[in-house]
């Protein structure tokens, strides 16, 4: 549907509805001979949600959340859900404000708190960031629009960059240069962490990936919170 046959639609008061939200919670196990010791464990298993938003005339947008699948399938759908049925599905942002400030105030008001909790942090904001996405992917599809437009469009495109980069000492190397022949000319590596990530090991893991993206190639390094600030800023020097 385009723009022009929604405001036609609009002018005429056929507008839609969210008929239906619902999460589908997800984990796919890592095969043996593909699993990878990150800065915080061995990777056996990837995990997420898929969140789904239904208008009444059948099209659907799609969003995801990491955190845990049951925990945000279950706030999805006993939680967030109901604050969405009935809604314009084109009010993007005045539903992710019903979605954000509900989070505070239902809950206090349910249970007589004086003062709105922190329910809209954590897994709860996880969930909420899944279902703006799939509420985005559905106003999208609905007035055929790509998304970045309907976000202003400031720029024509945006740099893709490889994330990985969790290979012991010298196999670093080999990792990232895999990723530039894979035509990347960005790509982030983990450092510090327990075992083959601490500190000691770092700057020779960080010599190794340099050498295998080259010089023209643009590296970050991810400590996920590992570092403090005096000392994150002493090893990026």
Known sequence: MSCDSYLQLARVGDVMHITDVRAVALSDPVPAEKRHRTDLETKVKT???????????????????????????????????????????????????????????????????????????????????????????????????????????????????ASGGWAPGEEAEAELRGYVEKGFDAAKMRVVGEDDFAIANTVERVEAARRGVGDDAELMMDAHGCLDVSTSRRRSG
Not at 49 to 76: M, R
Not at 84 to 95: A, G, K
């Open 47 to 161: 995990d997420a949600t898929v969140i789904l938003v239904e208008s009444d005339d059948g099209t659907v947008g799609i969003g995801a959340s990491l955190g845990h699948p049951p925990t945000i399938t279950s706030i999805v759908e006993g939680e967030l859900a109901p604050s969405l049925l009935d809604e314009d599905p084109l009010y993007t942002e005045r539903l992710w404000e019903k979605l954000y400030t509900g989070s505070r105030w239902q809950p206090s008001l349910e249970r007589g708190y004086s003062q709105p909790r922190a329910d809209r942090r954590g897994v709860t904001l996880e969930a909420i960031s899944g279902l703006d996405i799939a509420l985005w992917d559905l106003k999208g599809t609905l007035l055929d629009q790509p998304v970045y437009n309907l976000l202003g469009a400031v720029r024509d495109d945006v740099q893709g960059y």
